[in-house]
């Protein structure tokens, strides 16, 4: 990622293409896995944010084939995380490039405290994330 993205905060995980792939009800976000092909593959992620939500929530298929989902806030100062290239890792999209563990365990960079990792549920096709 560039100097100036990083200086911006400027992400690389994009919201889903399909809006309409996930909605949030009763402080769960579901997920239809079926109009989400973002998250199809391993390395896959997409940022969820409105419809309600009262966090921006991260929702990656890791490189460990299981599904993880984040509050998307670093904790050192707020920037929205993404999947780190072929690693099992997460790293910040600021310039001090906060990484951390699947877990939201500090490996490096600025942030001294984890990341606020959500409980994900897989079942029929759909995710199911609870965000409070
Ligand atoms: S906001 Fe993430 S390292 Fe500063």
């Known amino acids: 990622m560039g100097f100036f993205k990083r200086l911006f905060g400027i992400c690389q995980t994009a919201s889903p293409a ?3 792939c996930w909605n949030f009800e ?3 976000i579901e997920i239809q896995l079926d109009r989400a092909p973002e998250i199809k593959n391993q ?8 419809n309600g939500s009262p966090e921006r929530v991260l929702v ?3 490189r460990d084939g299981q599904f993880h989902a984040y509050k998307n806030r670093c904790t050192h ?3 929205r995380i993404d999947p780190f290239e072929e690693n099992e890792s997460l790293r910040c999209c600021s310039i001090s ?4 563990d699947y877990d939201g365990s500090v490996i490096s960079g600025s942030a001294k405290k984890p990341l606020t990792p959500f409980k994900v549920e ?3 096709g759909k995710l199911t ?4």
């Open 97 to 100: 490039k906060s990484t951390f």
């Open 122 to 124: 897989q079942d029929a």
């Open 60 to 62: 990656i298929h890791g």
């Open 77 to 79: 100062a707020g920037r």
């Open 18 to 20: 399909d809006d309409g």
């Open 129 to 132: 994330v609870s965000v409070v």
């Open 43 to 50: 390395g896959g992620a997409i940022r969820l944010e409105g």
């Open 26 to 28: 009763n402080g769960k």
